[in-house]
């Protein structure tokens, strides 16, 4: 009995290779009619009418299902990434040099849009100045109240209040409200 399990295992493993290597045949039979559509697409400028869907049927022939629309998708990707480069006139003939984005490194050289964690940065540093900056109005409210005491006397009406907009104005903090009087 321990020989038949053995002996399916092996078996079970082929089955496994078989689907990889068919996935594989698929795969890249999608990717040949893909490539073919688009170098037929960029020497004629546009497809034949019922031209996706004789390559739809040719590929389920082959085992392979695909809309219309996703093979579509996938022959416009294709083109997108074709990126012309650079254009050299000589007398009447005109040479166009295509390069594709991976061999060019094109995309690596663009970038869009704020640094990665600059956001993040930035709310910290907030946070950091606006702490700073209650730290600060505390440490003098806390020492007008002490030099007040010692006279025995009361702080200036809406001392508080000056006092924190003073500082805003000093660290230029947009979010500091001034706190609620007790009713």
Do not use: W
Request: charged share 30%; glycine share 4%.
């Amino acid at each position: 009995m321990n020989n038949s399990k053995e002996s399916s295992s092996p078996n079970h493993i082929q089955i496994l290779m078989d689907i990889n290597y068919v996935k594989k045949l698929h795969d890249g039979a999608l990717k040949q009619a893909v490539n073919d559509m688009v170098q037929a697409r960029r020497r004629n400028g546009k497809l034949e009418k019922n031209a996706y869907m004789a390559i739809i049927d040719v590929l389920s022939e082959c085992g392979i299902k695909i809309s219309r629309d996703a093979l579509y998708k996938r022959v416009e990707r294709e083109i997108r990434n074709l990126i012309p480069m650079e254009v050299s006139v000589n007398g009447t003939n005109s040479d166009l040099s295509t390069f594709t984005q991976q061999e060019s490194n094109v995309s690596s050289l663009i970038s869009s849009g704020r640094p990665k964690g600059s956001t993040s940065n930035k709310k910290r540093k907030d946070k950091i100045t606006y702490d700073n900056c209650i730290k600060s109005i505390c440490e003098d409210y806390a020492a007008q109240l002490d030099a007040n005491r010692t006279f025995k006397r009361h702080c200036k009406r809406n001392f508080l209040s000056s006092l924190i907009e003073e500082k805003k104005q000093n660290i230029m903090l947009r979010t500091i409200s001034q706190p609620k009087p007790f009713e």
